[in-house]
């Protein structure tokens, strides 16, 4: 089973320091949240995602959840980090809105993988592959699945 760690801070520093902590750690794919309890325009949101993924070599995962962290990553932010930062290769969409989920689905248009826990499964299924929708926190296994992240999807 895949051990995913969630990496949330107030600085971007810090959070580099506990995203390398988690993978010299084992863990194979590290949740990221953008910085709490600070407004950040999409500049320094992008900044904060991308400084994480350079910092590890293991996949990296979106997280947005705007009741914790006090910031709604749009999905056009979350498509972009995921085509232009090599080693984000998942997002984890927690704001309730299902058709959010399905947006940022055909949005990216399968390129990665997108989890989403608060609602259920929509028409059509949701399966656990890179590239499909992912429910109730079942993440790819890239041991099992040969197309399951973290390789990263072809552009």
Excluded: C
């Amino acid at each position: 089973m895949p051990t995913v760690v969630g990496i949330a801070d107030l600085t971007t520093r810090s959070a580099v320091e506990r995203a390398r902590f988690a993978e010299r750690a084992g863990a194979d794919v590290v949740m990221v949240l953008p910085l709490s309890y600070w407004r950040l325009d999409e500049r320094e949101v992008v900044r904060h995602f991308t400084a994480v993924a350079d910092a590890v070599s293991v996949p990296v995962m979106i997280y947005n959840n705007p009741a914790t962290a006090g910031v709604d990553l749009s999905p056009e932010l979350m498509v972009r980090l995921v085509r232009t930062v090599e080693n984000i290769t998942m997002v984890k969409e927690s704001s309730g809105d299902i058709q959010r989920l399905h947006r940022l689905h055909r949005a990216h248009r399968r390129r990665a993988a997108v989890l989403q826990r608060e609602q259920p499964a929509g028409p059509g299924g949701l399966r656990g592959r890179r590239g499909g929708l992912v429910h109730r926190g079942r993440l790819p296994d890239p041991r099992t699945d040969p197309g399951a992240a973290p390789g990263r999807p072809d552009r």
